[in-house]
């Protein structure tokens, strides 16, 4: 949403403004590029506006009205499989030195991997409804696996509706969606009690970047802050979160990963 009208595609390559983490992204990325991971955009370097250019990969790329290809059981399954082979190929990844990560939706606690931190449904390309490569790495940062795995979750169970006060079967199909992201993730289940944990830190974090850009006059974002409902609709939500901890426990314990 941020970068609406910045970044551009010419020929087979995409262009975007390159920024303060541009060299830390460009680490990331030629590190999987090495290891053989073929999910994620490859770099090809700087064009004459000082732009970062990237190789365009072909597919669909969900946008708001979602279709309803994107909210099936299989995109977020496939998401989910996709982030742990990111998450597994960047395993051994050391950063280069001197760069830095963006802090604006990393880890509070920090952790050892370097995260996505942005998972939504308009950064996973899909070819032939497989879940293929993630795009937009500008927002990565070190955290722990399971803080990336709250992040999407937000966005593709999707954690912000039903809104706060909804139906209860609304809620339950949240948590079923929950477990199934967790369950095609791989998460263990000795990390299912802060995979939870992590998704309700996640959602403060998501709306403290969101209040920013606010705050800031980005149309976009006021635009989506005023039509939920400002403060009090977000603060709602933390709160649905919270008393939705154990039916979201017990619908991990209920699936199995696979």
Not at 8 to 20: F, K, L, N, Q, S
Not at 80 to 87: A, D, F, N, Q, S
Not at 208 to 233: I, K, L, S
Request: proline share 7%; charged share 25%.
């Amino acid at each position: 949403m941020g970068n609406q009208g910045q970044v551009v595609r010419i020929g087979d390559t995409v262009r975007r403004p390159a920024g303060e983490h541009s060299a830390a992204v460009t680490g990331l990325l030629e590190h999987l590029a090495a290891v053989g991971f073929d999910g994620a955009p490859s770099v090809l370097g700087r064009d004459e506006e000082g732009r970062d250019v990237y190789g365009w990969i072909e597919g669909d790329v969900a946008v708001p009205p979602y279709p309803a290809w994107a909210l099936a059981d299989e995109a977020l399954a496939g998401t989910g499989r996709l982030i742990r082979r990111l998450h597994d190929a960047l395993a051994g990844f050391e950063a280069p030195p001197g760069v830095s990560w963006s802090g604006e939706r990393a880890d509070p606690r920090g952790g050892q991997l370097i995260c996505h931190t942005d998972v939504c449904r308009e950064n996973v390309v899909f070819r032939g409804g497989r879940a293929i490569a993630i795009l937009d790495f500008d927002f990565a940062a070190p955290g722990r696996p399971v803080w990336d795995l709250a992040m999407a979750a937000r966005m593709w169970a999707p954690l912000v509706t039903p809104p706060p006060g909804g139906d209860a079967e609304a809620a339950s199909a949240c948590a079923r969606r929950v477990a199934l992201l967790a369950s095609a993730y791989g998460l263990p289940a000795t990390d299912r009690e802060e995979f939870v944990e992590a998704i309700v830190e996640a959602q403060k974090v998501g709306t403290a970047f969101v209040r920013r850009r606010v705050d800031a006059g980005e149309p976009a974002f006021v635009a989506m802050w005023e039509g939920r409902g400002g403060a009090p609709w977000f603060e709602g939500v933390v709160e649905w979160m919270r008393a939705q901890r154990q039916p979201w426990l017990d619908a991990l314990d209920s699936s199995s990963p696979r």
